[in-house]
């Protein structure tokens, strides 16, 4: 008898799977990897246990698969090509909320493929902001890794504390893009305009750092 697996057009086969991965995208973003069961996936993608096991094998298969979907989002493809030109920021705004939610989770479960995302888009954003100073835009850092570091991290920030926003921000969902514009255009107006109209805070932060016998 011929298996209904082996029926499946190449297309309905693809289809179920990218389904599943959709499935899986959602529910280990809001809930985590580890509270997730396969058959929870299975059900919130309409297909059977079994054909889940058949595409991915285990949980940890369709993780893998779930990573590199989402890294290869936020690249734009091969390369690092859609980080490039605003050091990943617009790549970040582009993505759909499952998808943030789902990046924010696996920054913080600190995953493989997550760590190594997140130093690409450190160097990246190192060029970046390197470019900017020679051309005149951005000034000069006196630690430029750290610099590029402390973007990233501010960056991807809303991605893990999206709850707290929400709550402090009276916004249903920070994911929604009206949302991510008014948080994100405010962290924007810090770089651009600055915080401090005086150099005290530096000066007492340099004051802790010599008593320290700090470098």
Request: a negative charge; proline letters at 3%.
């Amino acid at each position: 008898m011929v298996s209904v697996l082996t029926m499946r057009s190449e297309t309905d086969d693809l289809t179920a799977r990218a389904r599943i991965r959709n499935a899986a995208l959602e529910l280990f973003g809001t809930e985590g990897v580890n509270r997730v069961s396969l058959r929870a996936v299975a059900a919130r993608a309409g297909v059977s246990h079994a054909l889940v096991l058949h595409h991915f094998g285990t949980k940890e298969g369709l993780r893998q698969e779930c990573d590199a979907y989402v890294i290869s989002l936020i690249r734009g493809g091969p390369g690092v090509e859609a980080l490039e030109d605003t050091g990943g920021l617009a790549a970040m705004l582009e993505a759909g909320a499952p998808v943030r939610r789902y990046l924010g989770r696996a920054f913080l479960d600190g995953t493989p493929a997550a760590a190594t995302l997140f130093d690409e888009i450190v160097e990246v954003t190192g060029r970046w902001l390197e470019q900017g100073v020679a051309e005149g835009w951005a000034r000069p850092s006196d630690d430029p890794r750290a610099r590029a570091a402390i973007y990233v991290t501010w960056l991807l920030a809303p991605l893990a504390f999206d709850g707290h926003l929400s709550r402090v921000l009276d916004m249903s969902d920070v994911h929604d893009m009206d949302a991510t514009m008014r948080y994100s255009r405010a962290g924007i107006e810090i770089f651009t305009r600055g915080l401090f109209t005086d150099d005290r805070a530096l000066s007492a932060w340099d004051a802790v750092r010599k008593q320290r016998g700090s470098r």
